[in-house]
């Protein structure tokens, strides 16, 4: 059986909050997507560095980490898949806070 991807309005589409966009308005949203990937390991966000956009996960599965105050040690607080919006709580804080990392490819 052969699997062809979704084009990445339709995988929008069958997302929520993204479900509930009309159609006009989602498609102004993807002009400004940029597909990224990311490797097993590799960070998505990390908590030093404020960035200027907001990534959602379209596959794949990645860990939101917080560190132990006592010994600075990572300590995953969630599992991320498919979904999930990253980065949010950055921007809306004006101040870096999130450290997400790649379990699988994403």
Known sequence: M???PL????TFQS??????????????????????KYRV???ILRREVLTQQVVVVLDGQ????????RNQ????LKR?????ILGVVSLIRGQP??????????
């Open 7 to 10: 084009s990445i309005q339709q």
């Open 41 to 43: 390991g590799q960070p």
């Open 15 to 36: 997302l929520p909050p993204f479900d509930q966009l009309p159609d006009s308005a989602l498609n102004q949203l993807l002009q400004s997507a940029q597909p990224l």
């Open 97 to 106: 806070c999130e450290t997400v990392i790649a379990s699988t490819e994403v």
């Open 80 to 84: 991320l898949s498919r979904g999930e």
């Open 62 to 69: 990645a860990r939101l980490l917080g560190y132990d105050p």
């Open 2 to 4: 052969t699997q062809t």
């Open 73 to 76: 040690q990572p300590v995953t």
